[in-house]
C-alpha cells in the first residue's frame, strides 16, 4: 500500500492507509502537465495544492500567474457570483438554470494575450452552449485547442472540476469539444457518522460500523490523527460529498456535550473538512436542555428551552461560523422525543429550525420513528406504517429549514424493501432521502455488495406512476441525500477493499443520480487500480464487474427471498437466524407457518399498510397478481406453492435463488483468485479473506433458510438437492 497524505500535512504519519480512489497514480494525467490555477480562496488553494503535489509525482508544473510554459489545463474562476445558495436551480432532472449571460470577465491576472484567448473562448463557448451560472459547486470544462479549461464560479465549483480531470484522465486531454456544464443535481449530498466518542459498552466505537474504530475520535476526544481526517476529507470531495454530521444519531451523555462544552472538538473536525468544501454537521439530543443545560424539561412550547436552544446555537455558530446543522433522532429506540411532552414532531423539529435559521443551518429530522416495544401477539401492530402514521399528517407544518430525513425503505434499510411511501406523502416538506452505505443488513462489509445498483433503483422510482417525478426529483427539489457513513480508521477504511466503491458510488450518486451504475464502477476501478501498472487492465476490470455488478442481488439470493427481511441474528444483525426477530418486541417480518409465508399488509385483510401509497402503487402493492415479486412476501401472505409471476412456486422459488446465490460466491472467489498478480497483494489478501468468510455464510444462509422452509413446509425441492 502506499501512502496518501494531502500535502498539507505536515505532521507524523503513523498509519499506513490505503488511497482508495486517490492514488497518486490516478494524478498521472494531471500532474504530468503544465496548469495554470486562477483565483482566490481557501479552495482554490486546495485545488492549487492538490495539482502541485500532483506534479511533484508526475514531472508537470503548477502556477497562478501566466508566465511561463504555455499551459495544458487551466482552472479558472469566471468571476462571476454565485447565485445564492438555496435559490439555485442546480442542473435536477427537469429543473432548469435561469439562464444569464455570464457579465464576469476574463480574471485580470491573465495578462498573457494567448491564456486569455483562451479562457475568453472557454467562456464564449459556455455561453453559447446555454450556460447560465455554475451555481456554487457546478464547473464546465471545455477543451480549446490543446488547452482543457475548466471554468467555476466560485471556488468548490473549481474543485469538484479538478477532480472530474482528475476521473477522466487522459481523455481530459484529447480532443476538441464545446463546453460542458456539470451541476449537483443534490444540493446537500451529506454522510452521517454513527461514531460515538466514547466506546459504547454494547454497540463500540462506530455503531454498526464493519471497519474498526472511529477515525473522527478517540479516547473520548477528537482523534489526533489529523492528518486522517484530512485524507477523508480529500476521498469525500474527491466523490463529491459536501456534508458530514460527526456523531452517533443515537446521542448519549458524552456526545450530548458536543453542543456547549465539548464544541472545541466539533470545530476541530469542522477545520479539517472545511478545506475540501465539507460542512459540519452535529447529532443533537432532543433533551440536550435537560442533559446539558440543567433545565427541568425539553418541552418544545417552553420559552426557556427555546430561549435555551436560542443561545445556545449561537454559540455554535461564533465558534463554528459554517456548521451545517443539526441532525435529531427523537422518540425512536430509546431517544428523547416531543412525544415525552406531548407534543409532535413538527414542534420538536420547528423549535430547533428556528435557532439555527438566522445562520443558515438546517434542521435533519430523522423520520424514523417506530414502536420497538410492540407484542408480537398483536397482528395489528406494522412497524412499516410507523413513519408515514406519524409524518404524514404534518405535512406543510415544518419550517423552511427543516429536512425531514426519511429512510428509503418503510422499516430498516433491509437487503430488499419497497420505497418509503412518506416520499410520496409530504409535498409540503423538504425531504431528504437516507441511505446506509454500512452494510448492516448487506453482509457488514465481510460479504462484496455493490450498493449503487440498489440506490439507483430506489432514486428511479416514480412514487405517483411512470409520468411522475423521480425519487431522485423529491430529494433534490427538498433535502437532497443523506447515508450512513462505512468507513472506519481500518488502513483499508471500510474493512472490505472492494466496499470502497460503495462509499465512492453513494457520492457520485449524490452529485448525479441519473449516472448507470456500472459507469460509476468503471470509475471507481479505473482511479484505485491503476490501469497502466496493470498487466492486464481490461482482465482486471471485467473480472471486477463481474464480481460486484450484480453482487446486491446475489446477496439477497441467498438471504432476503422476495421481500422477507430481518431473517438475521438479533442485537448484531449478522448471519441467519429465521425466527430471530419473529416473537420479539421489535416488529415479526415472515409470519410463515406450516401452510405459506410473508406479511399480509394489504388493505383486504392486512395491516393496510398498501393504502399509504398514492395510485397506481396503492393498487400494484395491494394485488398478489400485480405486485413485483420481489417484494411479494413484504405485502402479502401466500401459500408455499404460490405461483410466482416468474412461473416459480414461491418454496422453489426459495430453494433455487439459495443454491444460486451460493454457487454466484463461489464464483466471485474463483474469479477473484485468477486475479492474483494484477492486483496489489495487500489487497487482494483481504479481499480472499473476506470472500472466504463469504462462502461458509452464504452456505449457512442456504442451509438454514432452506432447511426451515422445508421443515415447516414438507415440500421437497424439484430437484433433490440436500435440505437437511
Ligand atoms: C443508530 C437500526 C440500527 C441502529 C440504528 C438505527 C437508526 O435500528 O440497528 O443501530 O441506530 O437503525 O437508524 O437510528
Redesign the pocket.
Given at each position: 500500500m502506499r501512502r496518501n497524505r494531502p500535502e498539507c500535512d505536515t505532521s507524523p504519519d503513523p498509519t499506513d492507509v490505503h488511497p482508495a480512489w486517490l492514488p497518486p497514480a490516478a494524478f498521472r494525467a494531471v500532474g504530468s502537465r503544465h496548469t495554470l490555477v486562477h483565483g482566490d480562496g481557501l479552495l482554490v488553494d486546495t485545488v492549487l495544492r492538490e495539482v502541485r503535489l500532483a506534479c511533484a509525482t508526475h514531472g508537470g508544473t503548477v502556477r497562478r500567474s501566466a508566465d511561463g510554459p504555455p499551459a495544458h489545463l487551466v482552472l479558472a474562476l469566471t468571476g462571476r457570483s454565485p447565485q445564492p445558495a438555496e435559490t439555485e436551480a442546480a442542473g435536477r432532472p427537469g429543473g432548469t438554470a435561469p439562464a444569464t449571460e455570464p457579465s464576469g470577465r476574463t480574471p485580470s491576472v491573465v495578462n498573457d494575450d494567448g491564456m486569455r484567448r483562451v479562457l475568453d473562448a472557454a467562456r464564449a463557448d459556455l455561453a453559447a452552449a446555454g450556460g447560465g451560472p455554475l451555481g456554487d459547486e457546478g464547473y464546465a470544462v471545455v477543451r480549446h485547442g490543446e488547452v482543457t479549461v475548466v471554468l467555476a464560479d466560485a471556488p468548490a465549483g473549481l474543485l469538484h472540476g479538478l477532480f472530474h480531470v482528475v476521473r477522466l484522465g487522459e481523455s481530459a486531454f484529447g480532443a476538441p469539444h464545446p463546453a460542458r456544464a456539470y451541476r449537483p443535481v443534490m444540493r446537500r449530498r451529506m454522510l452521517d457518522h454513527?461514531d460515538n466518542v466514547d466506546v459504547h459498552p454494547v454497540?463500540g466505537q462506530v455503531?454498526?460500523g464493519y471497519a474498526g474504530g472511529s477515525i473522527l475520535w478517540r479516547d473520548g476526544r477528537a482523534h489526533p490523527d489529523r492528518a486522517r481526517v484530512r485524507a477523508y476529507a480529500r476521498l469525500l470531495a474527491g466523490c463529491g460529498i459536501n456534508a458530514v454530521s460527526v456523531n452517533?444519531?443515537?446521542v448519549h451523555a458524552t456526545e450530548a456535550r458536543l453542543l456547549t462544552d465539548r464544541l472545541d472538538d466539533v470545530a476541530e473536525i469542522a477545520d479539517d473538512l472545511r478545506s475540501y468544501g465539507i460542512r459540519v454537521h452535529l447529532s443533537v439530543n432532543f433533551a440536550a436542555p435537560v442533559m446539558v443545560g440543567g433545565l427541568s424539561t425539553a418541552d418544545p412550547l417552553d420559552e426557556k428551552v427555546r430561549a435555551w436552544w436560542v443561545e445556545t446555537t449561537a454559540r455554535v455558530y461564533a465558534r463554528i461560523p459554517d456548521f451545517g446543522g443539526y441532525l435529531v433522532?427523537a422518540d425512536?429506540?430509546g431517544?428523547p422525543g416531543p412525544f415525552s411532552y406531548g407534543r409532535d414532531h413538527a414542534d420538536g423539529a420547528n423549535l430547533l429550525a428556528e435557532a439555527l435559521a438566522p445562520y443558515g443551518g438546517v434542521m435533519h429530522w430523522?423520520a424514523?420513528v417506530y414502536n420497538?416495544r410492540q407484542d408480537w401477539r398483536d397482528r395489528s401492530t406494522d412497524r412499516a406504517r410507523a413513519a408515514h402514521d406519524t409524518f404524514a399528517p404534518l405535512d406543510g407544518r415544518f419550517q423552511d429549514n427543516v429536512i425531514v430525513q426519511v429512510?428509503h425503505g418503510p422499516v430498516?434499510?433491509q437487503t430488499r424493501e419497497p420505497v418509503s411511501p412518506v416520499i410520496a406523502a409530504m409535498p409540503g416538506t423538504r425531504l431528504a432521502v437516507?441511505f446506509?452505505v454500512t452494510q448492516?443488513y448487506t453482509g457488514q462489509q465481510r460479504h462484496v455488495c455493490y450498493l449503487a445498483p440498489w440506490w439507483h433503483e430506489v432514486l428511479r422510482f416514480t412514487p405517483w406512476g411512470d409520468d411522475g417525478p423521480t425519487v431522485a426529483d423529491v430529494a433534490a427539489d427538498g433535502g437532497g441525500l443523506a447515508a450512513?457513513s462505512n468507513v472506519g480508521d481500518d488502513p483499508f477504511w471500510t474493512g472490505h477493499p472492494l466496499a470502497q466503491a460503495n462509499l465512492y458510488a453513494y457520492g457520485r450518486l449524490a452529485w448525479d443520480p441519473r449516472l448507470r451504475p456500472e459507469d460509476v464502477l468503471d470509475e471507481w476501478i479505473d482511479l484505485t487500480f491503476d490501469p497502466a501498472a496493470s498487466a492486464d487492465p481490461e482482465l482486471l476490470r471485467r473480472t471486477l464487474h463481474e464480481i460486484m455488478d450484480d453482487s446486491w442481488r446475489t446477496y439477497e439470493r441467498y438471504t432476503a427471498p422476495l421481500g422477507v427481511g430481518f431473517m438475521v441474528r438479533p442485537g448484531h444483525?449478522y448471519g441467519p437466524d429465521v425466527d430471530g426477530y419473529e416473537y420479539t418486541a421489535w416488529g415479526t417480518y415472515h409470519f410463515a407457518d406450516r401452510d405459506g409465508v410473508g406479511v399480509d399488509r394489504t388493505r383486504a385483510t392486512g395491516t393496510g399498510f398498501t393504502g399509504q401509497y398514492p395510485p397506481p402503487w396503492s393498487q400494484v402493492y395491494e394485488s398478489p397478481e400485480q405486485c413485483p415479486d420481489e417484494l411479494l412476501l413484504f405485502f402479502h401472505h401466500v401459500r408455499y406453492d404460490h405461483v410466482l409471476r416468474s412461473g416459480s412456486t414461491v418454496v422453489q422459488h426459495i430453494y433455487d435463488t439459495h443454491f444460486a446465490g451460493v454457487a454466484e460466491v463461489t464464483a466471485m472467489s474463483d474469479r477473484w483468485a485468477a486475479l492474483a498478480g494484477l492486483v496489489d497483494p495487500v489487497v487482494h489478501a483481504r479481499v480472499d479473506e473476506r470472500l472466504a468468510e463469504q462462502q461458509r455464510s452464504a452456505q449457512e444462509w442456504c442451509d438454514q433458510v432452506n432447511a426451515y422452509f422445508h421443515r415447516k413446509s414438507g415440500v421437497p425441492d424439484v430437484y433433490g438437492r440436500p435440505l437437511y
Open positions: 454513527w454497540m455503531e454498526r452517533n444519531v443515537n433522532k425512536s429506540e431517544q430523522r424514523f420497538h429512510k430498516d434499510f437516507e446506509q448492516e450512513v444483525h
